[in-house]
Structures are given as structure tokens and as C-alpha cells.
């Protein structure tokens, strides 16, 4: 049902968003243009994906990683969807955890961060089993492993579902 899929050329993301919603995702960046010319420069730290609803072939989400060690043994990833719904949240979740799955799956440490007033991002990365491991003025820094993934309440009810 759910696909990511690697960034195209030409491909809106940043103007899906409100300048606000935006930037609470990717602090630094004010346009498509700017966000297509940071990966051109960055292709061996940063990689962009979007999820597509295969049903549909509609896009809903978009995530991105980044490598966080010279050694390419650490990533982040952070992202968003611009669709507002409970169906779409269940969604989110799904696509989440099949990119955190994927990237573990390649023996890496997964890490997140969220602005400290960014509280959906905040409660979503808790639900779904991330722990706070640092906090500054600015910043809440997360990591997540498998056991903790598969452990959270809401990667089991995806399961039982069998949304895939």
C-alpha cells in the first residue's frame, strides 16, 4: 500500500507546507529550488525520499537522511506529510517504520531530532518507541533500535492490521 520512492528532479516539497510547518521539518531552507540544489551538493550525506500511497500513486510524505559519521554507521532522518487525517497519520506511522526498518536493516543507528516547540513531531516520535536521549535550548535529539521500533504500541496495532 505504501512505497518510498527516491527523490526526481522538479519534484514540490517545500511548497507543500506552510513556511512555518517547513521549517519546523528543515530549519534552513526556504524554497524547492534551494531544497533541489542542497542534494545536488550533499549526494553522499543526504538521500530524499517520498512516500507514495501505491493505490493512488499519490505522494503524501516525504523523508529524508542524512549521515551523521564519516564512517556512514549513523543516520538521521526527518521528514513530513501534508496530508491531515487519522487515516493519513496511520499512514505516516507505517511509512516511518518501514524506512526505520530499512535503515537498521543496513546495520545503522537511526537518530532523529525536533524543535523543542515542534510538540506533533515530538509526541509522534515518542509513540513510536524513539527515546530523548538530549534536549537543548532548541533541539530534542532522539535514537531508536529495533527492540524499541517493535516494541511500541503503535508499530503493534500497524501489525495486527496488517498494514504493510
Request: some cysteine; glycine content about 4%; charged content about 25%.
Amino acid at each position: 500500500m505504501l512505497e518510498w520512492r527516491s527523490f526526481v528532479s522538479n519534484t514540490k516539497l517545500c511548497s507543500r507546507f506552510s513556511a512555518d510547518e517547513w521549517h519546523k521539518m528543515v530549519t534552513d531552507i526556504d524554497s524547492d529550488k534551494d531544497w533541489e540544489q542542497f542534494l545536488s551538493e550533499y549526494p553522499q550525506f543526504v538521500k530524499c525520499y517520498i512516500l507514495y500511497h501505491v493505490t493512488t500513486n499519490e505522494p503524501i510524505a516525504f523523508a529524508y537522511t542524512f549521515m551523521e559519521d564519516d564512517k556512514g554507521k549513523v543516520v538521521s532522518f526527518h521528514g513530513g506529510g501534508w496530508k491531515r487525517s487519522p487515516y493519513y497519520t496511520l499512514l505516516y506511522y507505517q511509512g516511518m517504520i518501514n524506512l526505520v526498518e530499512m535503515l537498521i536493516n543496513r546495520g545503522l543507528k537511526v537518530r532523529t531530532a525536533c524543535l523543542r516547540d515542534n510538540l506533533v513531531a515530538y509526541r509522534f516520535l515518542k509513540s513510536a518507541g524513539f527515546v530523548n536521549y538530549n534536549s537543548t535550548l532548541d533541539w530534542h535529539y532522539f535514537w531508536i533500535n529495533r527492540h524499541r521500533l517493535m516494541s511500541s504500541k503503535i508499530y503493534k496495532r500497524i501489525q495486527r492490521l496488517g498494514l504493510e
